[in-house]
């Protein structure tokens, strides 16, 4: 089954340990996301890659970096983990061929990730 | 700036209740709307969307969601819920011709046996 699956689904750091998250699809879509989601709260779009272009939110913390080496792998490192970015760590894609067409998001089962 | 709002946060119902959860936005724009149900243990995964037509739209398992553009609304219906309903329902919007999505802060069901 084409699926987007995500690596590990615990992760467990220090704080200010660096730490990566992994994201593969087998879809084939070109956009990809990385979501943060805490507890009781909306997701949170952190960026999103179109192809290889790049678009961050505004309010990212600079502590949250991305990577997109191919159409299949994301990776989301966060440089320096501080108490506060203990969440669960969601990917998502889709098939964006026109920006106004509904294109559904499809979505990982997501990594916990706890900051000691 | 752009929301949703989904002003149920908890809901608790009995099987075979009827079921109605609400969804606002505020963006002027043409949007798409989305239901999205997370059961236990599970990802996200999709309910319904909303593109353009019919402002009555029908997804699975029963579910279904009217558009109501003057209202900024999208509200999620289901006439008789099941205990298999259990579980979170989150609402989102993307603006037509962006790629962002905007969730809302989601709706606990429980539904009792």
């Known amino acids: 089954d084409a699926m987007v699956i995500q690596n590990p689904r615990y992760q467990v750091t220090q704080f200010g340990k660096p730490v990566t998250l992994s994201c593969s699809q087998t879809?084939?879509?070109?956009?990809m996301y990385w979501y943060q989601q805490k507890s009781s709260q909306a997701p949170k779009l952190l960026f999103h890659y179109y192809d290889k272009d790049f678009n961050n939110e505004a309010d990212t913390p600079d502590n949250f970096q991305s990577r997109r080496p191919n159409t299949s792998f994301c990776f989301l490192d966060i440089r320096s983990p501080g108490l506060g970015d203990a969440a669960m760590y969601l990917c998502a894609t889709s098939n964006a061929l026109l920006a106004g067409g509904a294109d559904e998001q499809f979505f990982g089962p997501g990594t916990r990730l706890t900051v000691l | 700036a752009q929301s949703v709002s989904q002003h149920n946060h908890h809901v608790i119902l009995s099987e075979a209740a009827s079921l109605e959860l609400g969804c606002n936005y505020s963006y002027g724009g043409t949007v798409n709307l989305f239901w999205y149900v997370q059961y236990p243990g599970q990802h996200l995964q999709l309910l319904l969307k909303?593109?353009?037509?019919?402002?009555l739209v029908k997804g699975i398992k029963g579910f279904e969601a009217e558009f109501i553009k003057s209202k900024f609304s999208f509200n999620l219906r289901k006439p008789s819920v099941q205990w298999s309903d259990t579980a979170e329902y989150f609402c989102a919007v993307k603006p037509s011709g962006t790629y962002k999505y905007i969730f809302g802060t989601g709706t606990r069901l429980k539904v009792l046996a």
């Open positions: 879809l084939n879509h070109n956009v």
């Open positions: 909303y593109f353009s037509g019919d402002p």
